[in-house]
Nanobody, 121 residues
Framework: QVQLVESGGGLVQAGGSLRVSCAAS????????MGWYRQAPGKQRELVAT???????NYADSVKGRFTISRDGAKNTVYLEMNSLKPEDTAVYYC???????????????WGQGTQVTVSS
């Protein structure tokens, strides 16, 4: 069993900052990548940022220069620092972790429960 626990969402005014985190625990053999996705009301879930085991990052164009993804490998935790927030960043943010639970197993995607981020204008 693998558990992902997210924290850090909330309400902030436009221009403000928030940090969300996601800790993975349980039967984890190795992690390939971690990331954040978001889903606004009436819209599809979209990629926000990802980071590989080697530290390579990828960002959606809409958040480049404002958001920073990082990870703590020892804690199996991924962070998303969000600055200069805009009302259009309002969404439920979901943590994603691609991992395998045993040495020769496939990499499988696990999802957090989601944390609400609301940016007021």
């Amino acid at each position: 069993q693998v558990q992902l626990v997210e924290s850090g969402g909330g309400l902030v005014q436009a221009g403000g900052s928030l940090r969300v985190s996601c800790a993975a625990s349980g039967s984890i053999f190795s992690i390939n990548a971690m990331g954040w996705y978001r889903q606004a009301p009436g819209k599809q879930r979209e990629l926000v940022a990802t980071i590989t085991n080697g530290g390579v990052t990828n960002y959606a164009d809409s958040v480049k220069g404002r958001f920073t993804i990082s990870r703590d490998g020892a804690k199996n935790t991924v962070y998303l620092e969000m600055n200069s927030l805009k009302p259009e960043d309002t969404a439920v943010y979901y943590c994603n972790v691609r991992l395998r639970t045993f040495a020769i197993g496939p990499f499988v995607d696990y999802w957090g429960q989601g944390t609400q981020v609301t940016v007021s204008s």
